[in-house]
C-alpha cells in the first residue's frame, strides 16, 4: 500500500512529499533551489557542512535542509533574510582557509564553491590570519590531489565506504586541523575511485591524466556509450582542440546511475598511443611496409579476397565492436562463402552455444532477495553490475558465489571455493537436487555420474524459497572446458525454481551475436580448433593476440597464415610481422555506433572526434570491401541504416531463449586452462591507456571475460 504523502510550503509553493524524505529533496523536485556541499542523491547524510541551511516557521534557528525530515504543514523560507544571514556566515567560515588559487585550479568554471560563493557569501573577508595548509598526498595515478582546497564535506569518504566498498578514504584531526587522506600512505585502488572527481564540490580531487590540459569553458560535450564491459555505461566526452580531454558519467538510472568505472573513465587516453595506425600500408615482398593510398589498399584486400579459400579463412572481431561493425563483416565474409566468423575470443567451451539466457534488469537486481554468482569476478568483469549487486547485498539480499578461486567481493558473501575439476559436478548435483523436487529427472543428468548432496539440497530449497532470485554466469565459467554444460544447467535449475538466469558477457558480446558474429551451423564451432586448424587467411578487426583465451595459440595462427588483413586503429611490431594490409580504423569515439547491453537494452552514440588523418570508420571501411567484391546490398549510407536492418533481422532485436535440457552434456577436452585477464588489460584501447596501465601493478586482481 503507498504511504500518504505528506504537504508542505516552500516559500509560498504548496508541495507534497514522501513521508521521512528531506526537506533537500522535497526543494530538489520542486526546482527550488538550496545551496549545499556535503549533500549527494545518492550517499548518506552528512550534514556537516551547513550550507543548505532554511528558515522553519516555529524553529528556534536555521535548519539543516538535507538532514530535516518534512513534516505536515510545514512552511519553509530558503530567501528569508534570516536564512541568508546563515547562509553568508557559513560560506564565509568555509573561505576561511580555501587557497585563492581559482586561476590555476583544475574545477575552476565548474567549481561548486565558486558557485555557491557568488550568490551567498561575502563581498570581503574578516579573517586576517594566516590560512592553513595541507601537504598533499599521492593517491596513485588516477587522482590528483590539493588537501589545501578541501573543505572537509566527506563526499569521497562516503562514497568509498557506500558506494565502492572500500574505505580508502578518511578524516583525521579535528576542527581547523581535519584532514581527508589515506590511513596508510598508499594508492586509491578501487575500481570506481574516479568518481570521487567527480562529486568533490572543489579542486581537492582532480583528474590526474588531465591535469592542466583546458578549461572547463573551453571544452565541447559529447555524450557516448562506454564499450568495455556489458553495463553499457552512459558517458560524456569532453574535448578541446580536437581532442579527447576526459570522460565524465552521463546520468542513467537505469542502467549506470550517475557513477561509471576507471576503465570507462580513464581508457580515452589509449587514442593517443604511440603505435596509433593513421595511413593504410601494404607489406612489400621485402617485408618493409609502405605507405599507401585507401585506394592501392583496398585493390590489395580485394585481391587477397578474390583468391580466398573459404574453408580455411576465418573472421575475428573484437567484442567491444558495435553492431553494425559486426554486422557487416559477417555479411561480408558470409557473401564471401566464409563462415568461420566469430567474437567470443575469450571463451573455450562452445558446446551447447543455443542454451542462450534471459536478459538481465539491472535496476531490478539490487531488489533480489538471493543473487548466486557462479564462476564471476563481478566486481571488475562489470563494476556498474556489482554495484547493483552490493546494493542488494547491503538491503538484505544473500549473496552465494561458487568459483574455482576464492575473489575479493567489496560485499557480504558466502563463497564456495570449487577447483575447476568439480566445479561441474557441484552444478550438476544442485540441478539434481532441483529435479527432485520438481519429481522428473531429465536424461541429461541419469547420464552424469553424480549424487546431489545435503548441501545441493540445501541450497535448492533456497532457491525456490526465495521470492526474487538471479543466478549469474561469469567469465570464470566462460574459461571452463564445461562452460556450455554449466550454462545449460544453469538455465534447468532457472527455469525450475523461477530464477533469473544470465550470462555475464564481455562489452557488445549481445549485439554482436544478434548481429550474426558467430562460427555458421556447418563451420567449425570450436576457436580453439580452429585456430589450431589450418588457416589460410585471416581478417582481423581491433583483435589482437592478447584478446584470445590462449594469446600464444593465436598469434601462432596469425603467423601461420599467407595473407592477414588487419582492420584496426592500432598495429605494434608484431602486428606488422603477421599482417598483409593494415587498414586505420576509428575506435568508437571517432564513430556512430550501436552497443546492446546484457539488459538487451540497444543504446546509439555518434563519434565525439572527427577521425585523424586518413583513419575511417569500419562500417565504412567493410561497405567499401563489399562493394568492391560486387556484394549485393552494400549500400549503406549510415550507421542507422545498418542497425535498423539488423533489428529488422531479429524481430526488433530480442534474443530467443531456448528451454530444457539436451539429452547429452558434452564438455572440452582442455590440456591447460587460460591464464585470468586483469581488468585493464581486457581490450586493445584499455591495453594503451598509460594511467589504467599504471594500475595494473596496484591492482593484481584479474578478470575473466567471454
Known sequence: MSQELVTLEIDGQTLQARPGSMLIEAADAAGISIPRFCYHKKLSVAANCRMCLVEIEKAPKAMPACATPVSANMKVHTRSEKTRAAQRDIMEFLLINHPLDCPICDQGGECELQDVAMGYGNNQSNFQEIKRVVPDKDIGPLIETAMTRCIQCTRCVRFGEEVAGLRELGATGRSERMEIGTYVSKAVVSELSGNVIDICPVGALTAKPSRYTARAWEMRAHPSIAPHDAVGSNIEFH????????????????????????????????????????????????????????????????????????????????????????????????????????????????????????????????????????????????????????????????????????????????????????????????????????????????????????????????????????????????????????????????????????????????????????????????????????????????????????????????????????????????????????????????????????????????????????????????????????????????????????????????????SGLPEQLVTSTLSQLPQPVHMYRTDSLVRRAKALQEMVALTPNAVSGV
Open 239 to 658: 574535448s578541446f582542440d580536437g581532442r579527447i580531454i576526459r570522460a565524465v558519467p552521463r546520468d542513467n538510472e537505469a542502467v549506470n546511475e550517475c557513477w561509471i568505472s576507471d576503465r570507462d573513465r580513464f581508457s580515452y587516453e589509449g587514442l593517443y598511443a604511440h603505435d596509433r595506425l593513421t595511413q593504410p600500408q601494404v607489406r612489400q615482398e621485402d617485408g618493409s611496409w609502405r605507405v599507401v593510398s585507401w585506394q592501392e589498399a583496398l585493390d590489395a584486400v580485394a585481391t587477397i579476397l578474390h583468391h580466398i579459400d573459404a574453408n580455411r579463412s576465418a573472421a575475428f572481431v573484437s567484442p567491444t565492436a558495435s553492431v553494425e561493425e559486426g554486422y557487416l563483416l559477417q555479411k561480408l565474409m558470409r557473401g564471401l562463402g566464409v563462415n568461420n566468423i566469430e567474437h567470443r575470443l575469450r571463451q573455450v567451451d562452445f558446446n551447447h552455444a543455443d542454451s542462450s539466457s534471459a536478459s538481465l534488469n539491472l535496476a531490478e537486481l539490487e531488489q533480489q532477495n538471493l543473487i548466486v554468482l557462479l564462476g564471476a569476478n563481478s566486481r571488475f568483469e562489470a563494476p556498474l553490475l556489482n554495484h547493483r549487486i552490493r546494493k542488494a547485498s547491503l538491503k538484505g539480499a544473500k549473496v552465494v558465489a561458487i568459483n574455482p578461486q576464492a575473489l575479493d567481493y567489496n560485499f557480504d558473501v558466502q563463497q564456495v571455493v570449487v577447483d575447476s575439476a568439480n566445479l561441474l559436478n557441484a552444478v550438476a548435483s544442485l540441478a539434481l537436487a532441483v529435479a527432485e523436487s520438481a519429481g522428473g529427472l531429465p536424461q541429461a543428468l541419469r547420464n552424469l555420474n553424480v549424487q546431489a548432496t545435503d548441501e545441493a539440497r540445501a541450497w535448492a530449497e533456497q532457491l525456490r524459497s526465495a521470492e526474487k532470485k538471479t543466478i549469474l554466469v561469469g567469465g570464470l565459467a566462460a574459461q571452463h572446458p564445461a562452460f556450455g554444460a554449466l550454462k545449460a544447467l544453469s538455465n534447468y535449475i532457472g527455469e525450475q525454481t523461477g530464477a533469473v538466469v544470465s550470462v555475464l558477457p564481455s562489452a557488445n558480446s549481445v549485439g554482436l551475436s544478434l548481429a550474426g558474429v558467430v562460427p555458421a551451423p556447418n563451420a567449425e564451432t570450436d576457436l580453439n580448433r580452429l585456430l589450431a586448424s589450418d588457416l589460410n587467411t585471416l581478417v582481423l578487426v581491433n583483435v589482437e593476440p592478447e584478446d584470445f583465451a590462449y594469446p600464444e595459440q593465436a598469434l601462432k595462427a596469425m603467423q601461420a597464415a599467407d595473407q592477414v588483413i588487419v582492420i584496426a586503429p592500432f598495429a605494434d611490431d608484431r602486428a606488422r610481422e603477421y599482417a598483409s594490409v593494415l587498414l586505420p580504423a576509428a575506435t568508437f569515439a571517432e564513430t556512430a555506433g550501436t552497443f546492446v547491453n546484457i539488459e538487451g537494452r540497444w543504446q546509439s552514440f555518434k563519434g565525439a572526434m572527427q577521425p585523424k588523418q586518413e583513419v575511417r570508420p569500419v562500417w565504412k571501411i567493410l561497405r567499401v570491401i563489399g562493394n568492391s567484391m560486387n556484394l549485393s546490398a552494400f549500400d549503406y549510407m549510415s550507421a542507422e541504416e545498418i542497425v535498423a536492418e539488423v533489428k529488422l533481422e531479429t524481430q526488433g532485436g530480442k534474443a530467443a531463449k531456448t
